[in-house]
């Protein structure tokens, strides 16, 4: 920089720090106009909710992200955060630019990888998808094959987890997208579900439910039923269907996964409630299924996804492939929809 710059820079720094209001800070006349890193500021304070995480994810000081919210604030002439001691609320502007930001700002961080795949194909990249161990072990094996076979350098990661632990790995970035079923959809949360499967009553071959045609919700209060944890979707799914017909039931067995309860109503310990999307051509030797239908309500599966998630190409090809694959599935393709 020769001289004359020099002198032209430092004149111009002294007329905005002449300009500014007695006692404001000079600094945060420096971040108008870098509307970029005014967003990625708020961005961050948003998804990590406090300034002190926001800061460290952006390598910044602290005051440094306080000055580009300010700036924000004052460039767009509205509140966009509420300080309430430690926590951080959206104001109704702050969660309107959020949801306008947030894709642009990761779109702008992923800009590099995404132009990478559109120039190279997808011949690279990693994609992390979180669902449940009955959605992995049922539904995702052949779109897995399938997304494998059209893109083979693409390094695919299953995070197997419960519903709620899904949720937080969305939340956090840590996860593209989530396969599975809901009960209740958050506000910050899109889900489309895309295929369903019948409650389904399983009991041993040789149990005297097993010689019913008509099997009645009553039928089922003198044995006793094996179950999923109290804390997933299934029990809580299963006990309020009795709660609300005022039906009595007892429950023998707490145990977690579909085959783990199979084998043990197959054993003679019990009979259960399990979602049809278990139930294989294998089971139907062991055990006797009938179509609890007409009492509980379908299970759907489907994606779940983050509001306003950019996608990379690796997601967005992953659910491309979802989509018709699942949709071709109708109701009466389900395994054990027959009501045997």
């Known amino acids: 920089m020769n001289r004359s710059s020099q ?3 430092t004149k111009a720094r002294k007329a905005v720090v002449e300009s500014r209001e007695p006692g404001e800070p000079t600094e945060r006349y420096y971040y108008k106009g870098n509307r970029h890193k005014q967003l990625r500021a ?3 304070i948003v998804k990590l909710g406090t300034l002190t995480r926001a800061a460290e994810a952006l390598f910044l000081s602290q005051p440094t992200v306080t000055l580009q919210l300010q700036a924000l604030e004052r460039e767009l002439g509205v509140p966009l955060l509420e300080r309430r001691r430690r926590r951080i609320n959206l104001t109704d502007a702050g969660e309107s630019l959020y949801e306008l930001a947030r894709p642009l700002i990761e779109g702008w961080d992923n800009l590099d990888r995404d132009f990478q795949a559109r120039v190279k194909g997808l011949t690279a990249g990693r994609l992390t998808i979180a669902a449940g161990a009955s959605t992995i072990q049922y539904l995702l094996p052949e779109l897995v094959r399938r997304y494998r076979e059209a893109f083979p350098a693409v390094h695919l990661q299953l995070a197997n987890v419960t519903g709620r632990d899904g949720l937080a790995l ?3 970035d840590e996860a593209d997208f989530a396969v599975g079923s809901m009960l209740e959809v958050p506000n910050d949360i899109a889900w489309a579900p895309l295929r369903h499967y019948d ?3 399983i009991t041993p071959p040789d149990h005297p439910l ?3 045609t008509d099997v009645a919700l009553e039928d089922l209060s003198p ?3 094996i179950l999923p944890p109290q804390r997933l979707s299934t029990y809580r799914l299963v006990d309020l269907v009795f709660q609300q017909r005022q039906v009595p039931y007892q429950v ?4 977690g996964g579909w085959e783990v309860i199979k084998e043990y109503v197959a054993s003679g310990l019990g009979i259960s409630i399990v979602t049809g999307i278990c139930i294989t051509e294998a089971d139907r030797g062991r055990l006797a299924v009938r179509n609890m239908k007409r009492f509980f309500p379908q299970r759907s599966y489907g994606v779940v996804m983050r509001k306003g998630k950019f996608l990379s190409p690796e997601a967005r090809a992953f659910v491309d ?4 694959g699942l949709l071709a599935h109708r109701e009466h393709d389900e395994p054990g929809h027959s009501g045997r």
């Open 170 to 172: 969305l939340r956090a």
């Open 7 to 9: 002198v032209r820079r």
């Open 223 to 225: 044995y006793g039923l």
């Open 252 to 255: 023998a067995i707490e145990v």
């Open 210 to 212: 097993a010689r019913k």
């Open 199 to 201: 409650p389904m009553l």
């Open 42 to 44: 708020f961005v961050s």
């Open 321 to 324: 492939l979802v989509k018709p």
